[in-house]
């Protein structure tokens, strides 16, 4: 989640802990290069927000990744969410993601309304719906 948001460059901290949401349980790894978690996050389509980033030979500037090696990444919004509820954070406005993560307010009104309605329509937890609506709210969207 806030490995997606720093590649998106929403935040600017560094990562030490690449966290994937999962269907599955909760767990975490220790692995060479570094701490791995894996997060159960309950939503009705799992893959939403989610695109699959190929790296091409033009285009190495991640320097792990070899050319035609692929991932799967969220977009900014999809793991801002994730986080909210995984975190369990009771966030209502984007007040808390610029003082608690420092994202830029810029990259916020980003987030057009049918990028909203997709989430809002693939949580049931009350707390993200609570975020979801009222960080719409805040942005005006």
């Not at 948001?5 to 349980?25: C, D, K, N």
């Not at 990444?73 to 993601?97: E, F, G, N, Q």
């Amino acid at each position: 989640m806030e490995t997606a948001l720093s590649y998106h460059g929403w935040i600017a901290e560094a990562v030490y802990v690449v966290t994937s949401a999962s269907l599955g349980r909760s767990r975490e790894f220790e692995m060479p290069l570094g701490r791995c978690s894996f997060a159960r996050v309950p939503q009705k389509v799992f893959y939403s927000g989610v695109t699959r980033i190929e790296k091409s030979f033009g285009d190495l500037s991640e320097p792990s990744l070899h050319a035609g090696e692929s991932f799967m990444m969220a977009s900014p919004p999809k793991a801002l969410t994730d986080y909210v509820y995984v975190h369990r954070l009771d966030w209502s406005s984007a007040h808390p993601i610029i003082e608690s993560l420092r994202a830029d307010r810029s990259s916020l009104s980003g987030i057009v309304t049918e990028e909203f309605d997709r989430l809002l329509s693939n949580y049931t937890s009350r707390r993200v719906l609570h975020f979801l609506e009222g960080l719409r709210k805040d942005l005006n969207r």
